[in-house]
Structures are given as structure tokens and as C-alpha cells.
């Protein structure tokens, strides 16, 4: 339970994302579970696809029709909450964000870890880094599907 371990449930993960045949393109997975004063996800969002409203404590929604999973909002979420996500040819592929050194190389193979912190038994591989001035590394990665909606961040190279 989020409030005691601070892990959302399954149940609450799924409830970010929209239907898996929406995926085909990439959309913005805002994981958001609790009300803070916070709205830069809303207000960078060039297509309006972003909603918190006038109290910024509120939740944000994501609007999957206008959504292009353009992923300004992943590079300005200051609490690293949000993800783009695509489903193609059986694989996962997130576009996350990663501020830790050394950064991935595409084309490495990573450790995937869950939202417990646990590796997952599968690894994922580097697709893309694109460094951001003033704004947060995202990382693509590619996942086999089932782990869609497992996946978290990455950890390690795999070894």
C-alpha cells in the first residue's frame, strides 16, 4: 500500500495507463498517486493533453487522444514521475528518466527493476539517450511486453 511503503499496487499502475491497443503510439504515463502543489507537466505540454487545473494540488490527467508522447513533460517532471511508453512487435519500449552516472550506451543490456526495487528476471535493452541541457537524461529501453506494466527504471549492466 502506497501510503505505508510507498510502492503503488498493481491495481494503481494499471489505472495510469490506457488501453494497451492506445499504445501502439507512445503516450505519457504520469504516475502520480497523491496531491502535492506541483504542475510543470501541464504547463509544458504543448498540445494540451496535460489537465491539473486551477489548484495544482490536484492529480494530473493525461488526455491519451491529444497526448504525442513527445516527452517534454518526462523532462521536466522534478519528481520523475512520468514515462513515455509505446508497445511495438511484442516489446515494452519506456522512455525514462535517468540521472544517475554513468549513463547507458544504446545498445547495452541493462538490469530492469520493478517498482519494489527488484530486478526483474528479464533484462531490457538500451534503445536511445538523449542528454537534455538543463533538463533530464531519458533513456529508451526495450522490455519483453508482459513486463509492461512491471517495468520501472533500469539499475546496472547486465552482466
Request: hydrophobic share 35%.
Amino acid at each position: 500500500m502506497i501510503e505505508k511503503d510507498g510502492v503503488a499496487t498493481l491495481e494503481m499502475v494499471k489505472s495510469k495507463f490506457p488501453k494497451k491497443e492506445v499504445l501502439f503510439r507512445p503516450k505519457a504515463i504520469i504516475e502520480c498517486y497523491q496531491e502535492i502543489p506541483c504542475n510543470p507537466c501541464e504547463t509544458s505540454c504543448p498540445f494540451d493533453a496535460i489537465t491539473i487545473g486551477s489548484d495544482i494540488n490536484k492529480i494530473p490527467q493525461v488526455d491519451f487522444d491529444k497526448c504525442t508522447g513527445c516527452g517534454i513533460c518526462a523532462k521536466v517532471c522534478p519528481g520523475l514521475a512520468i514515462m513515455i511508453v509505446m508497445i511495438k512487435n511484442g516489446k515494452a519500449y519506456f522512455k525514462i528518466p535517468y540521472e544517475l552516472l554513468p549513463l547507458p550506451l544504446i545498445g547495452e543490456k541493462w538490469q530492469a527493476v520493478n517498482r519494489n526495487g527488484e530486478i526483474l528476471d528479464k533484462p531490457c535493452f538500451i534503445e536511445g539517450v538523449q542528454k537534455n541541457k538543463d533538463m533530464t537524461t531519458i533513456v529508451t529501453v526495450s522490455i519483453e511486453q508482459p513486463y509492461l506494466y512491471e517495468f520501472v527504471t533500469i539499475r546496472s549492466k547486465y552482466e
